[in-house]
């Protein structure tokens, strides 16, 4: 079972910057797909960014492009998301996620996720 611990949110202003961490133990990090998503008060979660981790892949939300890097590093069994240019839309909790099992699928949809962060908060104003 692999536990993952978000770290990194925070309040900055429109146009500011923030870096998400998401730390992983208990598994070596060799998630099939390790993905980042967000969830604003009374709105659904949704996907962000991916990692497809064999292939070294990665795929981001429209709404996030140019703006979002996902890096990784392996030493530290660590997936980091830089948010630049960040705006209000942007405001939500940020959960970082795991598919252990290569259960496919659309890595924006939660269901091939088998382990979840606790989040970590990022507001924008």
């Known amino acids: 079972h692999v536990q993952l611990v978000e770290s990194g949110g925070g309040s900055v202003q429109a146009g500011g910057s923030l870096r998400l961490s998401c730390a992983a133990s208990?598994?070596?990090?060799?998630?099939?797909?390790m993905g980042w998503f967000r969830q604003a008060p009374g709105k659904e979660r949704e996907g962000v960014a991916a990692l497809y981790t064999a292939i070294n892949t990665t795929h981001y939300a429209d709404a996030v492009k140019g703006r979002f890097t996902l890096s990784r590093d392996n030493a530290k069994h660590t997936l980091h998301l830089q948010m630049d240019s960040l705006q209000p839309e942007d405001t939500g909790m940020y959960y970082c996620a795991a598919d252990t099992r290569a259960y496919g699928g659309s890595w924006m949809s939660t269901e091939p996720y088998n382990s979840w962060g606790q989040g970590t908060q990022v507001t924008v104003s």
């Open positions: 208990g598994y070596t990090f060799s998630a099939y797909c």
